[in-house]
């Protein structure tokens, strides 16, 4: 079998390839969103699962990282991966962001909303930073940004004096 189409001079069938290919191509497109959005959705709901247990009186800080550590021993040996303690917090920080927000946008994926959780963090972290005078550079000791966004930042920060 060849890796190139064949020539075919029938016009009909041009078109029979193509209404075949276009509603693979949507088919893949719409199981993909579907699936994302179901993952989006399950994350939202361990989220939320994980803050109630805490929230029935046991939400001492100690007690919320013994139950991270313990929920992914025990659903990973059930599930396996997927189940770290870093991705328990961060779904429990998803359903913390978004508490009314079950249903997520089919646009967005898993990755995106994680983005946004550390984006929203370090807004948060650098609006505490500036309130005590502190720089930009200040944050980019602490965290890691991407390499692509990291220097255009600090010339900016540089260029503009210090100032966000």
Not at 46 to 52: A, F, M, R, S
Request: proline share 4%.
């Amino acid at each position: 079998m060849s890796d190139r189409l064949m020539p075919n001079p029938d016009p009909a069938y041009g078109e029979l390839l193509g209404r075949i290919s276009d509603a693979y191509t949507a088919g893949q497109v719409r199981a993909h969103q579907a699936v994302n959005s179901q993952l989006i959705e399950t994350y939202w709901r361990i989220g939320h699962d994980i803050v109630e247990f805490e929230q029935s009186g046991q939400a001492r800080a100690e007690y919320g990282r013994v139950l991270l550590d313990r929920l992914s021993r025990d659903l990973t040996l059930r599930h396996g991966k997927g189940f770290s303690r870093s991705n328990l917090n961060r779904f429990r920080q998803f359903y913390l962001a978004y508490p009314k927000c079950a249903k997520a946008s089919h646009i967005l994926s898993w990755s995106h909303y994680v983005a946004l959780l550390k984006l929203k963090a370090t807004i948060r972290e650098f609006r505490m930073v500036r309130r005590n005078g502190a720089t930009l550079s200040h944050l980019f000791t602490k965290h890691t940004f991407p390499s692509s966004a990291s220097p255009r930042l600090r010339v900016n920060e540089s260029s503009e004096g210090g100032t966000a």
